[in-house]
């Protein structure tokens, strides 16, 4: 009576170890299907986030055009400022200037109305992120009470 009961222990074991390791294995090509292991490329972060202000703001095509254009041009340039050797405080005073730049610009194309859901987009973005304890979440978006300012 032991054995049988030993027997069937093991088998038991057996059939967990193989079903959690189908699962396991499952999920590692789900991952790396669906990223391929590497972050989002410039051009693949602007198409999103362009995707995303097109249904947020309702652009027109030559709004989203000029947004998309613009979009790939600061993601590229700040994953430069990023891979290069300068210092870190450099580095997120140079980042800093450029998103600042960045929304003046994305600003200048949208209408009244399209700014104001740009603001409020702005900083609902501002409250998630400080939400999430990142460092610097809180207060960054000084120069957008400027902007506010100047958009009424």
Same mark, same amino acid.
């Given at each position: 009576? !032991? +054995?049988?009961?030993? +027997?069937?222990?093991?088998?038991? *074991?057996?059939?967990?170890? =193989?079903?959690? /390791?189908?699962? =396991?294995? $499952?999920?590692?090509?789900? /991952?790396?299907?669906?990223?391929?292991?590497?972050?989002? /490329?410039?051009?693949?972060?602007?198409? !999103?986030? /362009? %995707?995303?202000?097109?249904?947020?703001?309702? *652009?027109?095509?030559?709004?989203?055009? $000029?947004?998309?254009?613009?979009? *790939?041009?600061?993601?590229?340039?700040? +994953?430069? =400022?990023?891979?290069?050797?300068?210092?870190?405080? &450099?580095?997120?005073?140079?980042?800093?200037?450029?998103? %600042?730049?960045?929304? &003046?610009? =994305?600003?200048?194309?949208?209408?009244?109305?399209?700014?104001?859901?740009?603001?409020?987009?702005?900083?609902? !973005?501002? %409250?998630?992120?400080?939400?999430?304890?990142?460092?610097?979440?809180?207060?960054? *978006? %000084?120069?957008?009470?400027?902007?506010?300012?100047?958009?009424?």
């Amino acid at each position: 009576m !032991k +054995k049988g009961m030993m +027997k069937s222990i093991v088998a038991s *074991l057996v059939m967990a170890i =193989i079903f959690s /390791t189908g699962a =396991i294995a $499952q999920k590692g090509v789900a /991952t790396l299907d669906a990223n391929s292991g590497n972050k989002p /490329t410039p051009e693949e972060r602007a198409n !999103k986030r /362009t %995707d995303q202000m097109i249904k947020k703001l309702e *652009l027109n095509d030559r709004q989203a055009e $000029q947004v998309r254009s613009l979009n *790939l041009a600061v993601l590229s340039e700040v +994953k430069s =400022i990023k891979n290069s050797d300068i210092p870190r405080e &450099d580095k997120k005073d140079k980042v800093r200037f450029i998103r %600042d730049r960045h929304i &003046d610009q =994305i600003s200048a194309i949208l209408t009244t109305e399209q700014n104001v859901k740009f603001e409020k987009w702005l900083e609902k !973005k501002k %409250d998630k992120r400080a939400g999430k304890g990142k460092k610097g979440g809180k207060g960054q *978006l %000084d120069s957008g009470d400027a902007r506010k300012t100047r958009i009424k």
